[in-house]
């Protein structure tokens, strides 16, 4: 089970952070992955990080200004945002990669579990 938090209002230029809480003894061992949604859109990747947090992939949107972590210790995957902007605002969503490594990490069907989603809103 996975379950995200830390969704909310802020306004453009300001930052947020997600964190993704994962049940179960072999969180570590899976890549993890954060896609979103905005509304009339399709779901897109946004980061992934490998079993280990090794290596970190980020969409082209988004890189220099998220930074995706984790501590295997707590079963967490994390999402720093700043510098947000209007188009940040989606349903942001974690997921557990089908492997140790992230393979084919942007796409959406390379991941088997996935959250509920937490909205992020950023105002102009």
């Not at 995200?4 to 899976?30: H, I």
């Not at 082209?60 to 998220?66: A, E, I, T």
Request: positive net charge; aromatic residues 14%; glycine residues 10%.
């Amino acid at each position: 089970q996975l379950v995200e938090s830390g969704g909310g209002l802020v306004q453009a230029g300001g930052s947020l952070r997600l964190s993704c809480a994962a049940s179960g003894r072999t969180f570590d061992s899976y890549a993890m992955g954060w896609f979103r949604q905005a509304p009339g859109k399709e779901r897109e990747f946004v980061a992934a990080i490998s079993y280990s947090g090794g290596a970190l992939y980020y969409a082209d949107s988004v890189k220099g200004r998220f930074t995706i972590s984790r501590d295997n210790a707590k079963n967490t995957v994390s999402l720093q945002m700043d510098s947000l902007k209007t188009e940040d605002t989606a349903i942001y969503y974690c997921a557990r990669s089908r492997w140790r490594q992230a393979v084919n990490y942007a796409w959406s069907s390379a991941y088997d579990y996935w959250g509920q989603g937490t909205q992020v809103t950023v105002s102009s």
